[in-house]
Each structure stands twice: as structure tokens, then as C-alpha cells.
């Protein structure tokens, strides 16, 4: 597998869409939680269902957490990348153990910090893009990507 893409539904999942270019020629695979949206979206795509609500939801946390170690061992893709939510930190956490790349994209909305998400894993991340001047000087190691 090339890579696994991860996202929680709206518009994090409509960012990793409008992506399209940088994957579609790529093995890959989905992660996500089911919507209206995702599943017309994603019909003729590999999906697996994440366990949501992610937002502090320790059962959910627990439950993806052995779904990622299931999917990453069993896929071993070579890049994760997710612009977010919480669905997406057991995914990172398991797939740097075998050994995956990590580019998050942070939200647009995302001003004066990053999300909770990115928090957890900052250490973990090869790359992190930020949207807007006043993320990368709180965090010189993201790279722009003017709106």
C-alpha cells in the first residue's frame, strides 16, 4: 500500500478529496467515519469504518487503536496522511511503529493553534502543513500553504 488516507467527515474529509491529484495514481486505501458524504463519496474506493464520535471518547480511542494496528499491519503502507481528527492518532502512533511516513494537514480554520490532534502526535509527523503565517511562527518545523 502507498498510502492511507485519514480523515474525520466535512471538510477534513473534503480537503483529502480535493487532494486527489496527489493520490489517485497511488495504491490507496481510506479510513474514515460513515456519513451520507463518505459513503457516495467513497463508493468505488477500499474504505474502512472508523469508530466516531473521536472527540475525547476513550471507548472510540480504544476501538481505533485496534482497528489501526489491524489495518496498518495488515496494509504496511508506505505514507499516512490525514488531516485529522481524533480518528487519526491511533493510525499514527501504529503506523510509525511500522515504520510510515506522516504528512497531517491541518485544517484551514486552524489560526492561532494547531488541533488537539496534531498536538498528540506532533512528534510523530514527518510533515506538517499549516494554512496560515501565524501557525508556522508558533511552529517553525510546518510548512505553508498560503489560502
Keep these: 500500500m502507498d498510502i492511507i488516507l485519514i480523515s474525520s467527515t466535512g471538510g477534513h474529509f473534503r480537503t483529502l478529496v480535493n487532494l486527489k491529484h496527489f493520490w489517485e495514481d497511488k495504491q490507496h486505501c481510506w479510513v474514515t467515519q460513515k456519513s451520507h458524504s463518505t459513503e457516495s463519496v467513497l463508493k468505488q474506493e477500499q474504505v474502512y469504518w472508523a469508530y466516531g464520535p473521536t472527540n475525547r471518547?476513550?471507548?472510540n480511542l480504544v476501538k481505533?487503536?485496534?482497528l489501526a494496528w489491524k489495518i496498518i499491519s495488515?496494509?504496511?503502507p508506505k505514507l499516512i496522511m490525514?488531516?485529522?481528527?481524533?480518528?487519526?492518532v491511533p493510525f499514527i502512533v501504529i503506523g510509525r511503529m511500522f515504520g510510515s511516513q506522516v504528512i497531517f494537514i491541518e485544517s484551514i480554520?486552524?489560526?492561532?493553534?494547531?488541533?488537539?490532534?496534531?498536538?498528540l502526535v506532533?512528534?510523530?509527523?514527518n510533515r506538517l502543513y499549516v494554512r496560515w503565517p501565524s501557525?508556522?511562527?508558533?511552529?517553525?518545523?510546518a510548512e505553508l500553504i498560503p489560502v
Design 135 to 141: 501557525l508556522k511562527v508558533r511552529y517553525p518545523q
Design 82 to 88: 490525514t488531516t485529522g481528527a481524533g480518528e487519526s
Design 109 to 119: 480554520t486552524r489560526v492561532e493553534d494547531i488541533s488537539l490532534s496534531a498536538k
Design 74 to 76: 495488515q496494509e504496511r
Design 64 to 66: 481505533n487503536l485496534f
Design 122 to 125: 506532533l512528534p510523530l509527523i
Design 57 to 59: 471518547n476513550l471507548k
